[in-house]
């Protein structure tokens, strides 16, 4: 099985900081990697598909980066409206997901 | 407009059974695979199931093979998930989610509101 390793698994940023967050495979899974936000209370949403391919309709700050067996996902600038928890995905084996990364607001 | 709507959650005991049922519009329900992931509460998302769009190739997390089915009739736009020999640990909200996967790339592009599964005497 492959897993899926995020960090941080929490952090806490200024509105219009530059957020980070990296999602690392048990291995190689070439870029078969998804990013999805959770809001509290509801489903998930799509953000970022195939490492690096922005999800129609989602804002530009968000984007995301790697390939092989570690991987990036950015928010450029943080907004009130991003306080959420962000998983990683692979899809190479299966499906996995992140232990996720939760978002706050300082 | 894509919906899923997914329903047949409730209260169940150790060993009983379930049967989930996600109704899809707003697409052409079979050109897509469709998944089923899990949500422990206040826990992590977990990938449950997967099926095909013509139900030729279904997978299934090593948690739940030999007591959770995935089916779906594209006849009627739906998706199951038969859950039998329930857990505790099986308790969660249970969403449908879409996958274009048949044509190369796989995500989960749309999702259900989720139906809460609670597995307890």
């Known amino acids: 099985d492959i897993q899926m390793t995020q960090s941080p698994s929490s952090l806490s940023a200024s509105v219009g900081d530059r957020v980070t967050i990296t999602c690392q495979a048990s291995q190689d899974i070439s870029n078969y990697l998804n990013w999805y936000q959770q809001k509290p209370g509801k489903a998930p949403k799509l953000l970022i598909y195939d490492a690096s391919n922005l999800e129609t309709g989602v804002p530009s700050r968000f984007s995301g980066s790697g390939s092989g067996t570690d991987f990036t996902f950015t928010i450029s600038s943080l907004q009130p409206e991003d306080i959420a928890t962000y998983y990683c995905?692979?899809?190479?084996?299966?499906?996995?997901f992140g232990q996720g990364t939760k978002v706050e607001i300082k | 407009e894509v919906q899923l709507v997914e329903s047949g959650g409730g209260l169940v005991k150790p060993g009983g059974s379930l049967r989930l049922s996600c109704a899809a519009s707003?697409?052409?329900?079979?050109?897509?695979?469709m998944n089923w992931v899990r949500q422990a509460p206040g826990k992590g998302l977990e990938w449950v199931s997967s099926?095909?769009?013509?139900?030729?190739?279904?997978y299934y997390a090593d948690s739940v093979k030999g007591r959770f089915t995935i089916s779906r009739d594209n006849a009627k736009n739906s998706l199951y998930l038969q859950m039998n020999s329930l857990r505790a640990e099986d308790t969660a909200v249970y969403y449908c989610?879409?996958?274009?996967?048949?044509?190369?790339?796989?995500?989960?592009?749309?999702w259900g509101q989720g139906t809460l599964v609670t597995v307890s005497s």
């Open positions: 707003g697409f052409t329900f079979s050109s897509y695979s």
């Open positions: 995905q692979q899809y190479d084996n299966q499906r996995t």
């Open positions: 099926i095909s769009s013509s139900s030729s190739y279904i």
């Open positions: 989610a879409r996958d274009p996967g048949d044509s190369g790339s796989s995500y989960f592009d749309y």
